[in-house]
């Protein structure tokens, strides 16, 4: 079986940091195209970031660019999304997804997402 465990998440102030992990158990993130998601309460999931197969460039969402940085671990088979300058709009169920035949969006949108994991809450709140 394949999963995707996300953690990281919790309560934060405004201007703190995070930094989220997604861990692979069953097979290799590096094989895969790795995206990050949130959602909000009452609101549409949205990508956040996304971090190709092989060589290639790393997407953002604008409402992220400069704040966040999506890393990938090989050897630790996980991938990371560091978020600074965390912000009350940020706060939302943040989970991966991997695919292993798609890509990324320019704007940090995994293309048809192959499996989810389950999510970690991240609350900004002061």
């Known amino acids: 079986q394949v999963h995707l465990v996300e953690s990281g998440g919790g309560l934060v102030q405004p201007g703190d940091s995070l930094r989220l992990s997604c861990s692979a158990l069953g097979f290799s993130l590096g094989n895969y195209a790795i995206g990050w998601f949130r959602q909000a309460p009452g609101k549409e999931r949205e990508g956040v970031s996304c971090v190709p197969r092989g060589v290639g460039r790393t997407t953002y969402a604008d409402s992220v660019k400069g704040r966040f940085t999506i890393s990938r671990d090989v050897a630790k088979n996980t991938v990371y999304l560091q978020m600074n300058s965390l912000k009350p709009e940020d706060a939302a169920l943040y989970s991966c997804?991997?695919?292993?035949?798609?890509?990324?969006?320019?704007?940090?949108?995994?293309?048809?997402?192959?499996?989810w994991g389950s999510g970690t809450e991240v609350t900004v709140s002061s």
């Open positions: 997804a991997a695919g292993p035949t798609s890509a990324c969006s320019a704007d940090g949108r995994l293309l048809l997402p192959g499996f």
